[in-house]
């Protein structure tokens, strides 16, 4: 499968990016590229082959969430910058 220029603009133009002719060029290259491994991927016999989502197997290990009083209040807000109260205090942010 070929990209032309038109089409590389119209990605960049989508992501908001403004590229010259050159690096148009030098992109609808590296496109073609991409775009003609993938179609010799396409082409790979994969007759039973296991479908997967990795090549390496996960495993796991989760455990029961509980609830804990680990540290108390005071010793938490002790460690702020700045409390009011019970809370903590937070630059703004917008």
Do not use: C, W
């Not at 073609?32 to 796991?60: C, F, K, N, Q, R």
């Amino acid at each position: 499968m070929k990209i032309d220029t038109r089409e590389v603009a119209h990605v960049a133009t989508l992501s908001r990016l403004e590229l010259d002719e050159a690096t148009l060029n030098e992109y609808r290259g590296q496109l073609d590229a991409i775009l003609d491994y993938m179609e010799t991927l396409g082409e790979v016999d994969t007759t039973g082959v296991e479908p997967m989502y990795s090549p390496v197997e996960h495993h796991t290990v989760l455990r029961e969430d509980t609830a804990a009083d680990e540290f108390a209040r005071e010793e938490v807000l002790g460690n702020a910058p700045d409390t009011d109260g019970a809370y903590f205090k937070v630059p703004k942010v917008l």
